[in-house]
């Protein structure tokens, strides 16, 4: 379990690191959290000839809520995303999802950039953003983009993200709604059997003026189920609503075999989760 | 691939280590500085044998180039409490029977530290998700829970403030 | 002095002796970061070995190119079979009769097969090496089905072997068979079962998995060219064993190696065998001169070193139809994986299986073990478990629920009505063991007392009645599991390992200030021997435990013992330091009648002294009586305080237990919870309630583990499918309940201080119970048994084959 060997860099700024990243070109990796790449790293799986480590990007580290929009940097760990009171108010299941990845130690280096760039379909981050609408914004040697999040994602672990761009930076709209994050689980420290990420605002007159639905580890991208979160705004959650809307969303996974269990077994659990985190949401809302 | 000059404050010493880029920090603490309290139980992030705290985090030594720790304060269990005058972690371990064949030990009380740190009125149920990163082989963690949770009330104690 | 003196019972409890929950002496260095583990010695100039591996389960090893790694700076050899065999060391024999590959010798057999030893400066460079060494393989059919072993187009495994028709434990009938294991009587038990009232049938699998101690195996071999002397420090739960093993594998003599088992990290049997890496580092060591360090990493213990159970038993149990169990016979398929390397005693290739009779007066049983090559990993090792104990437990547990169910009985009732009476002890069983005592009606009744059973009973049917009628999704399982463990082995006219006696021993010395130091034959992994082995010492000599080393593991200081596993350790080495303490005991009472000037018939012992009968003002203590063996001449005695003792027990005991589990299980998401577990274990004389207290959590959390996910599973190619922590299930603080424990005493008979060992004994009884938690969730639905592990998308499967997900 060594990893192979590397030349380390460690840029102090945004403009830094870029400019690295387009000299290295496909040698180099930028390293957030490392608490994928170290490990993928070990298995030699992955043999980058150059770390790009985004620790000292000061810019890169911070949360602020204004204008009714949050912006996360890149390198904010999720165990500063549970701590912020600000974000909390701003998007409060935010947190609670955060406090469903790995373990303590893992939160506390682990990072929302890395979680949600490096497109492995069993990280949480990705279905959250693209439940909340999430923006990203990619810096690289022809300037800056911003990608949704709802469109970032490819395949597995490929993404919009060009080889030569960073991920700086996660904005999205602020919502006091309804919400909650449902994850099977074998243990803490696994990934998502299958896990839901809902977000309902009730309007005064009790119907459902608002609502987004994903789906994390149910396919090999992060799943936006737009028409089920349609189905909800339009049908209501009287029970027939919601087990259409669930139908709806069951429509778009593509759950694989493995150790969790087979693909028949994830796509009962999911719609039991699915389920759960609409009940949940609406709950709340 | 040549090595780096990595200075580290260790338990609150300053120390320098040359290390590749790739050398993990739990192997410069162990094997360069002699640091062998934490260990290497799995090597993969999950079972937190090699928890130390840095910089007030608590981190899995074994996912950490020691080039990333570069001017960090890393303490580890060795930095908790000496001889002389345990931690009251380390007592309470000792008196509820918190422990088996140690192995796991420092990187549990290290991660119970900082749990304690931020959080020092845990519930029983903030105690096992605090330390749901440290995997135990031996004592069900059971009696792990009782020592944390005993040494929380212990630290709340207006006497032992110091 | 008589009017300031403390009372009899101010001075028992000044020693700190059985039945105190003294805290542990280990705990000060582990506590501090200063325990002493294998991969903690740092010697001059040690270099460091890695394994290049096999990826493929089957296949010819065509060439080894060892060049390229040869020329990366740092790596100071690459040793491979054709580099052992001069040596004659590219094979070795296994604890069980076998042989095993130490590097790949031809082919592979398995995936994480050792093919090629490198030696380099550190492990990094190491590592680099290990992926320069260039294998050439060619693959061959793969065989992971035992049951596919002897069928006309399975492949050979073992060529070596291949015409051999007659293996250690007798005929072998196919060149992938290895053993047939007969106990019992075959054709009386057939007979029962074919006159019976009723028969139950099932086909019991207890999963392969895996010991996972937190600690891997290693070890470090320093070869002293100068003296002639080979240290080598390792994770080694029976040092002297390996000594041994050593010294006949190298043909050093065995004076000149010096085993030492440092701090171990866990060892839950994962340690009790002898590993390529061991004897790689020894050679390693004697080829450069240098000590030479090996550590494997996770994925390599998951995949290489040991694995535990992999037993499909298919029992027939036969009753009465008012529930007394006539006969039982048992028919079980052991994978071994490519080789036999277990580590039983040599007579029981299948371990102590045929204690399968478990807690019950079965008049009638017969057993057939039928040992199998596969390709997987080598072993069958005892999991926190006395030799195959575990899966005797599981297989009679699980019959009785399933005979429960054919007879339409409570399973508890019906345990009752079977289980040998106090008055029967000692008990012949049918499968040929003598149980030595027990008293099952007493713990089983307080078992189900203290849970409350009838009422969980009552509030079980309730939650079936909403179940049905829609109100909840959740199903109710009650785990009864009421085993009979035979540990302590054991009688060395029956028990050996590799010959070897299975004694253990004692070795006392008695300062002259009155303070102590005993060593031992065992090894602690984690168990507390130097807090409780000096309590046993403490009321057997007056010595407070305090003032008492406990030193075990190093084999130069050391006498000879067969280690620690399979609960043995308080059975065997106990009991030895128990009759040693009494040899003390008898030399110190002639010296303290001499110093009294009295005889030494007219003087007794009184927790810490020698006082003279009827004149309790005359005594002398044993500190005295200490001082006085060095200073005094003493006639017709000899000068000193020492003691030894060789156990050789004259039975194996025989703990027991009743444990309740009770879980919730979500038929949707599979999910289970465990919300009340129950435990009463009665392991005979309690030395130290608060170790016995946390060995019972441990190893409850284990069987947990087990019977809820943790397995080793490979895929039809022979790939391991669950080689890191990720995926082999540990469970953490959070998955983790509090357990309730409880006890009975029933002291053995036969072991000098009544103790019969506790290590094993949650797990072997706790997985049964949380495993019949499940089957019971769903016996009302028509279910009567499903496989372990019980993780979520098994569980969601049995509920989906019983219909319960169809649409309401």
Partial sequence: MITGNFEYHQPGSIPEAVALLSK??????????????????????????????????????????????????????????????????????????????????VRYMGTLGGNVANGDPGNDMPALMQCLD?????????????VNAREFYEAAYFTARDDLEILTEIRFPAYSGGYAYEKQKRKIGDYATAAAAVLLTKGADGSCEQASIALTNLSDTPLFCEEASRQLVSDGLDSASVNSAVASAMGQIDPVDDNRGPAEFKRHAAAIILRRAIQQAWARA | MSKQTINLNVNGQSVT???????????????????????????????????????????????????????????????????????????????????????????????????????????????????????????????????VMAAAEELNKPESVT | MSATAESVQE????????????????????????????????????????????????????????????????????????????????????????????????KVLFQGQEIAFVIAEDRYIAADAVDLVKVEFEELPVLVDPFKAELPDAPILREDIA?????????????????????????????????????????????????????????????????GKLTLWGTFQAPHVVRTVASLLSGIAEHNIRVVSPDIGGGFGNKVGVYPGYVCSIVASIVTGKPVKWVEDRMENLSATAFARDYWMQGKIAATKEGKITGLWCHTTADHGAFDACADPTKYPAGFMNICTGSYDIPTAYLAVDGIYTNKAPGGVAYRCSFRVTEAAYFIERMIEVLAIKLNMDAAELRAKNFIRKDQFPYQSALGWEYDSGDYHTAWDKALESVGYSKLREEQSQRVEDFK???????????????????????????????????????????????????????????????????????????????????????DTA???????????????????????????????????????????????????????????????????????????????????????????????YPFGAYVCVMDVDVDTGVSDIRQFYALDDCGTRINPMIIEGQVHGGLTEALAIALGQEIAYDELGNVKTGTLMDFFIPTSWETPNYQTDFTETPSPHHPIGAKGVGES???????????????????????????PHDHWRIWKTANELGLHAES
């Fill in chain 1, 24 to 105: 290295l070109g496909d040698d180099a990796r930028v390293i957030a959290g490392g608490h994928s790449l170290i490990p993928t790293m070990k298995l030699r799986l992955a043999m980058p000839e150059h770390l790009i480590d985004l620790q000292a990007v000061k810019e890169l580290r911070k949360i602020s809520v204004s204008g009714g929009e949050v912006c996360i940097g890149a390198m904010t760990t999720q165990a500063e995303l549970i701590a912020s009171e600000e974000l909390h108010k701003a998007a409060p299941i935010v947190r609670e999802t955060s406090l469903q990845i790995a373990d303590p130690q």
């Fill in chain 1, 134 to 146: 999430a923006s990203f914004t990619l810096s690289g040697p022809d300037g800056e983009r911003t």
């Fill in chain 2, 17 to 147: 280590a040359e290390a590749e880029p790739r050398e993990l920090l739990i192997h410069v603490l162990r094997e360069q500085l002699e640091i062998t309290g934490p260990h290497i139980g799995c090597e993969t992030t999950h079972c937190g044998a090699c928890t130390v705290d840095m910089d007030g985090m608590s981190v899995k030594s074994c996912t950490v180039f020691a080039v990333q720790a570069q001017g960090k304060e890393i303490t580890t269990i060795e930095g908790l409490g000496d001889p002389d005058k345990l931690h009251v972690l380390q007592e309470k371990f000792k008196e509820h029977h918190g422990l088996q064949c140690g192995f796991c030990t420092p990187g549990m009380i290290t991660r119970a530290h900082r749990l304690l740190e931020e959080n020092p009125n845990p519930t029983e149920e903030d105690v096992r998700f605090g330390i749901a990163g440290n995997l135990c082989r031996c004592t069900g963690y059971q009696n792990i829970v009782k020592s």
């Fill in chain 3, 11 to 106: 001075r028992r409890a000044a020693l700190k002796g059985l039945g105190t929950s003294r805290k542990r002496v280990e705990d000060a260095r582990f506590t501090q970061g200063k325990g002493n583990y294998v991969d903690d010695i740092k010697l001059p100039d040690m270099l460091f070995g890695d394994f290049v591996r096999s990826q493929h389960a089957h296949a010819r090893v065509k060439s080894i190119d060892t060049s390229a790694a040869m020329e990366l700076p740092g790596v100071i050899a690459v040793l491979t079979a054709k580099d052992l065999e001069p040596l004659n060391l590219h094979w070795m024999p296994t604890l069980a009769g076998d042989k095993q590959m130490v590097l790949a010798d031809g």
């Fill in chain 3, 163 to 227: 015409d051999e028709k007659e293996g250690a434990h007798g005929a072998r009938r196919h060149p992938n068979h290895i053993f047939t294991w007969e106990q019992g009587d075959k054709a009386a038990t057939e007979t029962v079962i074919g006159e019976a009232d009723v028969v139950a049938e099932e086909m019991v699998y207890y999963h392969r998995t895996h010991p996972c101690p937190m600690e891997t195996c290693g070890s470090v071999a320093s070869m002293d060219k100068v003296n």
């Fill in chain 3, 469 to 555: 009628a829609g109100k909840t999704r959740k199903l109710m399982g009650i785990g009864l599991c009421h085993f009979t463990e035979i540990v302590g082995a054991g009688p060395v006219k029956n028990c050996d390992i590799l010959g070897m006696g299975m004694f253990d021993s004692c070795e006392i010395r008695i300062h002259p200030t009155g303070s102590a130091l005993a060593r031992l034959g065992t090894i602690s992994q984690g168990q507390g021997h130097a807090t409780t082995f000096a309590q046993i010492l403490a009321t057997e000599i007056g010595i407070s435990a305090d003032d008492i080393t406990i030193e075990e593991g190093d084999t």
């Fill in chain 3, 559 to 653: 006498p000879y013992g067969l280690g620690t596993y399979g609960s043995r350790s308080t059975p065997v080495a106990g009991a030895a330091t128990a009759m040693a303490g009494r040899k003390i005991r008898a030399k110190a009472q002639m010296i303290a009648a001499y110093l009294l000037e009295v005889h030494d018939n007219d003087i007794e012992w009184e927790v810490d002294r020698f006082v003279v009968k009827g004149a309790p003002e005359k005594f002398k203590t044993m500190k005295e009586i200490a001082y006085a063996s060095y200073n005094q001449a003493i006639p017709g005695v000899e000068p000193g305080l020492e003691a030894v003792s060789y156990y050789d027990p004259p039975n194996m005991t």
């Fill in chain 3, 762 to 788: 949650p797990n072997v009884g706790g997985v049964p119970a949380f495993s019949n938690a499940i089957n019971d969730a769903f016996r009302a639905f028509g279910l009567t048994h499903t496989h372990m």
